[in-house]
Nanobody
Framework: QVELVETGGGLVQAGGSLRLSCAAS????????MGWFRQAPGKEREFVAS????????YYSDSVKGRFTISRDNGKKTVYLQMNNLKPEDTAVYYC????????????????WGQGTQVSVSS
């Protein structure tokens, strides 16, 4: 069992930055690949980024590539999402998720989810 808690959301102006954190409790955090997803109002939840168990492999959606960076610290059982050059269209609830499978973009492959943190970007 893994419990995930996201923090770091907030309101920021376009062009600004935020860093989201996702702290995990439970055992063997390093056994899980981690992903970030987001859901904007009226839209389906979408993949943002994912990272493999040791952090060697990282994947991004086209919409955030070059602006967002995913990383993890297995000693702290935490995964991060550094978001730079934020745009109004990045406004969404951001969720982290854990999977024992590969770090793919399909949310159905993830077993555990956090409660989400709101990110709002003003123009």
């Amino acid at each position: 069992q893994v419990e995930l808690v996201e923090t770091g959301g907030g309101l920021v102006q376009a062009g600004g930055s935020l860093r989201l954190s996702c702290a995990a409790s439970g055992r063997a955090f390093s056994d899980y690949a981690m992903g970030w997803f987001r859901q904007a109002p009226g839209k389906e939840r979408e993949f943002v980024a994912s990272i493999s168990w040791r952090g060697a492999n990282k994947y991004y959606s086209d919409s955030v590539k070059g602006r967002f960076t995913i990383s993890r610290d297995n000693g702290k059982k935490t995964v991060y999402l550094q978001m730079n050059n934020l745009k109004p269209e990045d406004t969404a609830v951001y969720y982290c998720a854990a999977t024992k499978g590969p770090p793919r973009e399909y949310e159905t492959m993830y077993d555990y989810w956090g409660q989400g943190t709101q990110v709002s970007v003003s123009s």
